[in-house]
């Protein structure tokens, strides 16, 4: 299938089967297409964490606006981003970069000044609002490769970004909880939005052509 019929296959699953998991390999080709994912200068300024374990599952149930969904399904990923930007993460990126590509240590010295200028005077609200947005790039990706693997997921942002982050303990990585993307195989008898039309904005509403 093309990636346009994937999406058209593709839709925010509500209900969950429980006794379906998806295989390790299937959520490793998940995660490796968020973690291709473009980014603002290419920082990649996030994490994904892969939670299967149900209790944990259950514990990260409080809070959520759809509680089975998160309680049955396969896997949760958790995008969570950088708390905010600092000079050593930036040098960090761009070491490893010119390390990979056999280039002087400093190659991007005049590059991460730029940056540093930029990010770390900013308050932190708009630090990580940046930082955020960039995980929401890989998350597209991601729901875009379950969907190339006929695997049924559904992107969440009604959770409790406080529980989460206590319950996974994120504060101890410098991260922050973005957003959720279950995965799993959908309960065919509860998934009521699996008959629906798929329904998005007629193209001629859509595109602006200049």
């Known amino acids: 299938m093309s990636l346009i019929e994937d999406l058209n296959w593709r839709h925010a ?5 429980a006794s379906k998991k998806v295989s390790q ?17 290419g920082l990649q300024p996030f994490k ?22 998160m309680r049955d399904c396969s896997h949760i990923l ?17 070491k490893y970069t010119a390390s990979e590509r056999n280039l002087p240590g400093d190659r991007f ?3 991460t000044d730029k940056l540093k200028a930029i990010y770390l005077n900013q308050a932190a ?6 930082i955020a947005k960039q995980t929401y790039i890989a998350l597209g990706l991601a ?14 942002e009604g959770f409790s970004n406080k529980i989460v982050d206590e319950v996974l303990e994120l504060e101890k990585y410098g991260l922050k909880s973005v957003s959720l993307m279950y995965v ?15 329904v998005r904005t007629p193209k001629e509403d859509f595109v602006i052509e200049i």
């Open 125 to 130: 609200e708009e630090n990580f609002h940046h």
């Open 48 to 69: 994904v964490i892969a939670v299967s374990n149900q209790e944990v599952k259950n514990r990260l149930v409080e809070g959520a606006l759809n509680p089975e969904c």
């Open 78 to 94: 958790v995008f969570a981003g950088w708390n905010r930007y600092t000079a050593d993460r930036i040098d960090h990126v761009f």
């Open 184 to 198: 799993g195989y959908a309960d065919e008898q509860q998934d009521w939005m699996a008959p629906m039309k798929k």
């Open 143 to 156: 729901l875009a490769q379950a969907a190339e693997l006929k695997i049924d997921s559904t992107p969440a």
């Open 109 to 111: 010295q005049d590059y």
């Open 25 to 41: 390999e299937d959520i490793d080709k998940i995660i490796e297409a968020a973690r291709l994912a473009p980014s603002s200068s």
């Open 13 to 17: 699953v509500k209900a969950y089967d």
